[in-house]
């Protein structure tokens, strides 16, 4: 299992914009994160005092950021996020504290030097899904 300290390693997104706590487990293909940071008041998703739950898209794509990054063996550089399709956004709101730690999967679907096309998922704790989608990241050009 990864930390947060080992998540902030590897991703750009850092402070309290990095909203992945932990990493559960991980493959070539597939990543299985942890976050707790949904309940936070400090959430910098939070609008108005809620987290709406198209928020967990950004989960989705900092899970997907986390995995280019451990498949690499190193940081990565920035993608763009060019394309998000398929979403399913199953209830209004994501701080909801009955939920307990949000369980953020993503699965890479595809890889080319241009870009990434990744699946993701939130679920609650107990194994509810809270939205699903897809996403295309491409990197700029000249990137390694």
Known sequence: MLTRRHILE????????????????????????????????????????????????????????????????QPQPAGYLAAVRGVEIMVLRLDVAEFGMLQVTADLQMHEASGLIYGFALHTAAGMLLLSGRATILFPKGAP
């Open 10 to 73: 590897l991703i750009p997104h850092q402070g309290s914009m990095c909203l992945l706590d932990e990493v559960a487990s991980w493959t070539d293909v597939a990543i299985a994160c942890r976050s707790r940071s949904h309940l936070a008041h400090d959430n910098p998703l939070r609008r108005d005092g809620e987290l709406n739950a198209v928020s967990g898209i950004e989960y989705g794509l900092q899970a997907a950021a986390l995995h280019g990054a451990l498949a690499a063996g």
